[in-house]
């Protein structure tokens, strides 16, 4: 193949990664924008939802596609709930304190990854795709499947964007995140809200994780890749800003796909992961971001 | 006067912790004696994470890129130039305070979570690099220094640090220098700043204190004697390998730590020896060790945010130091 080839699947794998990359890094970037919480856990949120799709897949008999839409619907809701209760019996009892919170979640990141060890095992296994219609391009053909995840990431990115700015909902968690305490006030719970917004963003990662496992197969180990991605999107986008958050994605994801498609994949990392490091150095409110702490 | 007698009792207790591990060497079971001889070790880069975290209050989550520094400082030099055990340790302490200077030169620009994560980063892109050059550094894989380089003749003197009794001196010897310059830096003037500062730094600032110089010269310390402990570990264990530059060797020093008690001096070898010991015992029942990890980290956190010594610390003996 010769470079325009080559770069058009550098950048179909890149919107791939992007796509998923938005939704993960969306519900780290909620969860830290209201609660104020860095939730070192996300990225076994995200494994979790792999885990659980997979095992849920596995129950169903039949077409694939049953398996797969069973999957998506039924891993992000014990997720969530999963995600409920550690935020009711850990990070409520810290009070949201922020170093306290980053050593639970920590705390949380081994045992979920240890239950996983233990009760998945170490095998990688996929999940079935729901089709598997190949799309021909004149150089190339190209899975059906990882262009409609791009499309159904995008769908999930508007409808929450569009919860967030323009219903009642985003509404109160916008006014949790300026003030919680004048909030509490106004009577909104400020506790619900919390113990919600961490569900939700916990949901968007296992989202995200369901999209991924026709792809990329579920691993124990797969979190961290995912963790340290989204911290980097969630920076360089601007602590606490959605749009930024997006937009920092698509860029990261689009990056990482070229760079690794014609230099080495390791490299690629440790040049991304530099260059954030010193964006949060140099312009710690991002590139987006409007003045955060 | 009472400055004077709580000073006299300080030394006394840490003249006879030393005393203690010194005559273990002669009591304990061979397991128990390779044990200790790791866990003083790692207690080094514990007590070197400790002046960062517990008093100065800067949460570091990178922390294994210093440990590493050291222990590819060392192990590289030794193993690809040939150079002896001194140089090689010499090496690994300058690479940790070369790399401390950077890091804490760009990293403390920032502040609390913004803080932990540029230092994870940082660390993360060292962990990379050593798989980037696994040419020399063999990656995951790692590799074993030979028995020969870990091995020095002066004169009449021969040193063996296969042998499990120098090692475990030499271990020892590590860990009692770094115990007592932690105790002078915590008790001095200085170390006092850097208290300060944990505690209200636009105080301090107010007070006419530089308090950029003094978190980096504390950044620049920790990483120096995580350095050591790091040169040391792959001179005395003689294996170097990537594994220690992952995320879990920056978390690991910070649950020591937390458990034995942060701002306490000997709080760190607490901390490790029992959670040595908690994964040492429940193995034997249990492979899921990161489960106990885990939990042991929620319930510290919330049940006993200052550790072992903290709380002793606070409830009966007011000079610990």
Redesign the interface.
């Known amino acids: 193949m010769s470079f325009g080839p080559h770069l058009l699947l550098a950048t179909l794998e890149g919107l791939v990664t992007s796509a998923v990359l938005a939704l993960t890094a969306l519900g780290l970037s909620l969860v830290f924008g209201v609660m104020r919480v860095?939730n070192v856990a996300h990225g076994e949120f995200f494994m979790l939802g792999a885990v659980l799709a997979w095992w849920i897949a596995s129950l169903a008999t039949g077409h694939p596609a049953i398996g797969f839409l069973l999957a998506l619907g039924v891993s992000p809701l014990i997720v969530g709930a999963i995600a409920l209760v550690a935020e009711r019996l850990?990070l409520r009892?810290?009070d949201y304190n922020?170093?306290?919170t980053?050593?639970?979640t920590?705390?949380?990141?081994?045992?979920?990854?240890?239950?996983a060890?233990?009760f998945y095992g170490p095998e990688a296994r996929p999940v079935e795709a729901p089709f598997s219609y190949r799309i021909l391009f004149p150089w190339f053909g190209y899975s059906g499947y990882k262009l409609s995840v791009i499309a159904f990431s995008a769908i999930m990115l508007l409808a929450t964007l569009f919860v967030l700015t323009r219903t009642k909902i985003g509404l109160v968690m916008r006014a949790t995140q300026y003030d919680s305490e004048t909030a509490q006030a106004f009577g909104i719970p400020v506790g619900r809200v919390y113990a919600g917004v961490f569900a939700l963003g916990a949901m968007l990662a296992a989202i995200a994780a369901v999209l991924i496992v026709p792809i990329q197969q579920a691993h124990y180990l797969m979190g961290?890749d995912p963790l340290?991605l989204s911290?980097?999107v969630v920076?360089i986008g601007g602590l606490g800003s959605l749009r930024g958050t997006v937009v920092a994605a698509v860029l990261i994801g689009l990056s990482d796909g070229i760079i690794s498609v014609f230099f080495?994949p390791?490299?690629a990392?440790?040049i991304a992961?530099?260059i954030?490091?010193?964006v949060?150095?140099?312009r710690?409110q991002g590139l987006f971001g409007t003045a955060a702490? | 006067m009472k400055q004077g007698n709580s000073a006299s009792k300080v030394y006394l207790l840490h003249g006879a912790v030393i005393a203690l591990l010194f005559a273990l060497n002669f009591l304990l079971p061979e397991y128990h004696h390779g044990v200790l001889a790791r866990v003083m070790v790692l207690a080094v880069f514990a007590m070197g994470y400790n002046l960062l975290f517990g008093y100065s209050g800067l949460l570091s989550l990178g922390h294994a890129m210093f440990f590493s520094a050291g222990l590819y400082g060392a192990g590289l030099t030794v193993s690809h130039l040939g150079w002896t055990m001194a140089a090689g340790f010499a090496a690994g302490l300058v690479s940790g305070a070369l790399l401390a200077l950077i890091i804490g030169v760009l990293a403390l620009r920032t502040t609390g979570v913004a803080f932990m994560i540029v230092t994870m980063m940082f660390a993360q892109v060292f962990y990379l690099l050593t798989l980037y050059f696994a040419e020399w550094t063999r990656g995951d894989e790692g590799f074993v220094l030979t028995q020969n380089a870990r091995r020095i003749d002066m004169g009449d003197l021969h040193f063996n640090l296969t042998d499990p009794a120098t090692r475990y001196l030499a271990a020892l010897f590590l860990f009692s220098v770094v115990l007592l310059a932690t105790l002078a830096i915590v008790r001095s003037a200085d170390g006092r700043v850097l208290v300060a500062i944990r505690e209200n730094e636009e105080r301090t600032r107010m007070l006419g204190y530089d308090t950029f110089a003094n978190k980096l010269a504390a950044v620049v310390v920790s990483g120096v004697i995580c350095a050591a402990a790091g040169a040391a570990y792959a001179l005395l264990f003689g294996y170097v390998g990537s594994t220690f530059a992952t995320v879990q060797y920056s978390i690991l020093p910070l649950l020591w730590v937390l458990l034995g008690g942060a701002a306490t001096t000997l709080g760190p070898l607490i901390g490790t020896l029992f959670m040595f010991y908690v994964v040492d015992i429940t193995s034997g029942y249990t492979s899921a060790y990161l489960l106990i990890v885990g939990i042991a980290l929620i319930l510290l956190v919330l049940y006993f945010p200052k550790g072992i010594l903290g709380t002793v610390r606070e409830r009966w003996i007011r000079w610990l130091p």
């Not at chain 1, 920590?106 to 239950?115: T, V």
């Open positions: 860095v850990v009892r810290l922020p170093e306290a980053i050593v639970a920590i705390g949380m990141l081994y045992i979920i990854q240890q239950l060890l233990t961290l340290l911290f980097i920076i080495s390791t490299l990392k440790i992961t530099m954030v490091a010193m949060l150095v140099f710690p702490r």
